[in-house]
């Protein structure tokens, strides 16, 4: 079973920089896809990026991309997301997630954390 915990939320102002953490349960970061997603009040759960199990290659949709970056440390079992250049779309709750390669779908999910961006 896979165990994800997300941390780093908060208020921030249009602009500035967050750093989100997942802390995953052992071996998962070097297992499987980690993604992060985000759900803004009232709208459905999007997809943010990814990076890859086997190697630190990221992805990123067009909204987040040039202004947010995902890494890992593998040893620690952690993803982040770095959030920089914040504007106040980003507000949402964002999501941790894991999926096995062989699986077409994220299956793990840690609990949340808010983001919030003031303008």
């Known amino acids: 079973q896979v165990h994800l915990v997300e941390s780093g939320g908060g208020l921030v102002q249009s602009g500035g920089s967050l750093r989100l953490s997942c802390a995953a349960s052992?071996?998962?970061?070097?297992?499987?896809?980690m993604g992060w997603f985000r759900q803004a009040p009232g709208k459905e759960r999007d997809f943010v990026g990814q990076?890859?199990?086997?190697?630190?290659?990221?992805y990123y949709e067009e909204p987040v991309k040039g202004r947010f970056t995902i890494s890992k440390n593998v040893a620690a079992d952690t993803v982040y997301l770095h959030m920089n250049r914040l504007k106040p779309e980003d507000t949402a709750v964002y999501y941790c997630?894991?999926?096995?390669?062989?699986?077409?779908?994220?299956?793990?999910w840690g609990q949340g954390t808010q983001v919030t961006v003031s303008s």
């Open positions: 997630a894991a999926r096995h390669p062989l699986k077409s779908r994220y299956e793990y």
């Open positions: 990076i890859n199990w086997n190697n630190d290659n990221t």
């Open positions: 052992e071996r998962t970061t070097s297992t499987y896809y």
